[in-house]
């Protein structure tokens, strides 16, 4: 079986994977020890602190996005920490709390919500924890949080880290992980950054790193302290997906070539507006209300007696993939991962198709 020309792979993670990127995973094996292992992890070291818009190291793990959301608790949660509940990745995060050993406060808002500055507040207020965990870009709604007005309010409080999943906004919306102030960010190699599923990829604060060297089980393989030492000297603390590390390196080139990440936002904001347009033409409304709309993946909700297998099943029919609802929202909406390297021109190509399926 032949798969389908790039362009058409809409799904919201993993995403579309650019023929010149899969190219480069067929380099020859190097020593994961040797010379030219640290020359290439050196090279990558400021393409990803643009990337990542911070000054600080930026690690890169051989795990899926779920082991750095692992890391970030295991590292940067004392006791307790607040975690914001909006959707099953979220919901995620909160559970990852708890089987690490630690105490779990949840903030739940319906799905289709954000958490919104002054419930954070309220809840900080209420409920004294040592760190908060949230996801940016829940990819189960596709609402997209106001991560800098949350980590604002989180600095009104003494000694409580803000833990980041920006598994679908790093690369495709802003991330400011160093004017924000966030104290651990992550993302994973399979959404916006358009490589294979196999990478995570996250940057901690000072303040992160001062108090994982305080705290106990940090394990082994997601430890913190260790981990920024081995990355500080270009070096990977265990056997890594070379492969994977060279289709980072190349993607990382094509970004750069492309205008860098404020070319990218641009793309990704211009993907977002066009699937507006047509939700507003075509009467198909977003889970998420306006302006708390994700750059990455647009969730939509199908008309009466429209189910999303039909949508999905007829696309697939065409040569196009898109993604149904997930959790609850699975059989009455859509969601269409215009993320990493996909452009408007394929996007206008889909939503033509989904005119005929949703009227
Ligand atoms: C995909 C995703 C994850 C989990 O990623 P894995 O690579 O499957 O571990 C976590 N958070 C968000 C927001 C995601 O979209």
């Known amino acids: 079986m032949t798969a389908p020309a790039f362009g058409r792979f809409f799904l919201p993670g993993p995403t579309d994977v ?40 930026v690690l890169v793990g051989t795990t899926s996005a779920t082991g750095f959301m692992e890391m970030a608790v295991r590292n940067g949660v004392r006791q307790r920490a607040l975690s914001l509940v909006n959707g099953s990745f979220s919901e995620r995060f909160a559970k990852l709390v708890g089987a690490c050993g630690k105490e779990c406060i949840r903030l739940d808002v319906p799905l289709g919500c954000a958490v919104e500055p002054d419930m954070l507040r309220d809840a900080l207020r209420r409920t004294p924890v040592d760190a908060v965990t949230l996801v940016h870009s829940e990819t189960s709604t596709g609402v997209l949080q106001d991560v800098a007005a949350l980590a604002a309010v989180v600095r009104e409080f003494d000694d409580v880290l803000l833990l980041v999943d920006a598994v679908t906004s790093l690369a495709g919306s802003p991330v400011e992980t160093d004017q924000w102030g966030l104290d651990f960010v992550l993302t994973g190699s399979q959404k916006a950054l358009a490589l294979p599923p196999g990478l995570a990829l996250g940057v901690a604060s000072e303040r992160m790193l001062e108090r994982a060297k305080t ?18 000297k270009h070096q990977p603390t265990n056997t890594p997906a070379i ?13 750069e070539r492309a205008g860098g990440v404020e070319a990218r936002w641009r793309r990704h904001d211009a993907m977002r ?8 033409q075509r009467g198909v409304p977003y889970v998420p209300r306006e302006g708390r709309r994700s750059w990455t993946v647009s969730c939509l909700k199908l008309p009466d007696g429209t189910g999303s297998k039909t949508v999905v099943g007829a696309l697939k029919e065409a040569g196009w993939t898109i993604g149904a609802g997930y959790g609850s929202l699975k059989d009455t909406t859509i969601r269409i991962g215009h993320m990493g390297d996909h452009t408007v021109g394929a996007l206008e190509e889909l939503l033509a198709l989904l005119d005929g399926l949703v009227a």
């Open 243 to 255: 492969s994977l590390l060279y289709a980072l390196e190349t993607q990382l080139a094509r970004i």
């Open 215 to 232: 705290l106990p089980n940090r394990g082994l393989y997601f430890d913190l302290v260790s981990f920024v030492q081995a990355t500080t």
């Open 18 to 57: 650019h023929p010149d990127v899969l190219a480069a995973m067929q380099r020859a094996m190097i020593g994961h020890r040797s010379s030219a292992m640290e020359r290439l992890l050196e090279g990558l070291e400021q393409p990803l602190a643009r990337l990542f818009r911070t000054s600080r190291t």
């Open 273 to 280: 507006s066009r699937v507006e347009a047509w939700s507003e």
